[in-house]
């Protein structure tokens, strides 16, 4: 079992920087791989990113390549997503997740989720 809680999102201007952060609690914490997605109003739920085990394999859609960053922490049972060069389109709520299975980019679904924390970009 593995309880997530997000923080970190807000608003910001476009180009700007948000750093989302997921504390995790549970033993097993570092079994999991550990996700993030977004859902933007109106619009079907998102892969971000995912990061293994060890933190050592990470992988992004398109989308965020080269903008985004995600890492984790299992003797802090914490994973962070720092966001550069935000765009209008990455405006969403982001969810981090957890699941023992790896999930592929096109993933809807993982076994825990956060509450998720809204992340605002303007123009």
């Known amino acids: 079992q593995v309880q997530l809680v997000e923080s970190g999102g807000g608003l910001v201007q476009a180009g700007g920087s948000l750093r989302l952060s997921c504390a995790a609690s549970g033993r097993t914490f570092r079994n999991y791989y550990i996700y993030w997605f977004r859902q933007a109003p109106g619009k079907e739920r998102e892969f971000v990113t995912g990061?293994?085990?060890?933190?050592?394999?990470?992988y992004y859609v398109d989308s965020v390549k080269g903008r985004f960053t995600i890492s984790r922490d299992n003797a802090k049972n914490t994973v962070s997503l720092q966001m550069n060069s935000l765009k209008p389109e990455d405006t969403a709520v982001y969810y981090c997740?957890?699941?023992?299975?790896?999930?592929?980019?096109?993933?809807?679904?993982?076994?825990?989720w956060g509450q998720g924390t809204q992340v605002t970009v303007s123009s």
């Open positions: 997740a957890a699941d023992r299975v790896l999930k592929g980019v096109g993933a809807r679904t993982a076994d825990y």
């Open positions: 990061i293994s085990w060890r933190g050592t394999t990470t």
